[in-house]
């Protein structure tokens, strides 16, 4: 009688073990959700051509757009709804590839009443500042990075509404391809610069938003579909998959550990011989 009851013990851990590295391995999995406002950054050299096949490795997140607060004339009237970031690094420079949906190509400007489509990325000029999300402030100023249809890449720094002012040597590039109905813009930099522009120095996240104008629908300037503040995860971040990966194996081991120990009492209290 006791060697079936210490056999039903023994079956007992045997289980319990099994589902705690089960659970170590699949629980993460399930739990691999990020924050709603992460921008993922994936370790391969994306490359400035945004059609590169690389790009299909690295992770997107989509950013909900709205209309700017803007005292110009229809500034609620914008088109675009969303916009796909996908960002990478290869540890010398910042990748961050911009997609939205636009039914209309719209690369000429040359009339007071033809505008281009275009794009800006913005990020604190202080990496750990955070900025008002409107052009930033005196004090707090932002890095944007603007492209637009027709060929023209600007590098700007701002203090808020109305500041904007270009650098005069861009550090910059930009390049971009439609397809299907959706235009794709790479933005590429150096990332440890300074001197008023926004260092990605790996140690920490950095706030990153975007703005989006379809020119056919009239957007310029103030008149502009913009997201909220998100963040590139830029930093170590407990958030990464080797913390979750020893975190769950720890709470698997610590499960193990409550049970053996409250089959021993139980046993004992019985008792039942080791």
Do not use: C
Request: charged share 20%; proline share 7%; no cysteine.
């Amino acid at each position: 009688m006791r060697e079936r009851s210490a056999d039903r013990a023994w079956l007992t851990v045997v289980a319990v073990v099994a589902l705690a590295v089960a659970g170590a391995a699949v629980v993460p999995a399930l739990t691999d959700a990020r924050p709603a406002n992460e921008v993922p950054v994936g370790e391969v050299d994306a490359a400035a051509d945004p059609t590169a096949e690389s790009w299909s490795a690295v992770p997107s997140a989509d950013l909900a757009l709205a209309s700017a607060p803007s005292g110009v004339p229809q500034a609620s009237n914008v088109s675009a709804e969303r916009a796909r970031v996908r960002a990478a690094t290869n540890g010398s420079h910042v990748f961050v590839r911009v997609s939205w949906d636009d039914p209309t190509v719209d690369r000429n400007a040359a009339s007071p009443r033809r505008f281009a489509d275009a794009v800006a990325v913005q990020f604190p000029a202080n990496a750990s500042a955070h900025p008002p999300i409107a052009m930033g402030g005196p004090e707090n100023r932002v890095n944007v990075w603007y492209w637009r249809a027709g060929g023209s890449t600007e590098e700007l720094l701002a203090g808020g509404a109305g500041s904007t002012t270009p650098f005069a040597d861009r550090a910059v590039d930009a390049a971009a391809a439609r397809e299907n109905g959706t235009w794709h813009v790479t933005f590429v930099r150096e990332a440890g610069l300074d001197g008023n522009r926004t260092a990605f120095a790996g140690d920490r996240d950095v706030d990153v938003a975007v703005a989006v104008w379809n020119g056919s629908n009239g957007e310029r300037a103030g008149r502009k579909a913009v997201s909220e503040w998100h963040y590139l995860a830029t930093g170590p971040g407990p958030q990464g998959p080797p913390y979750e990966t020893i975190l769950w194996t720890v709470a698997g081991l610590a499960i193990l550990f409550v049970t053996l120990v409250t089959v021993e009492g139980v046993r004992r209290t019985r008792g039942e011989r080791a």
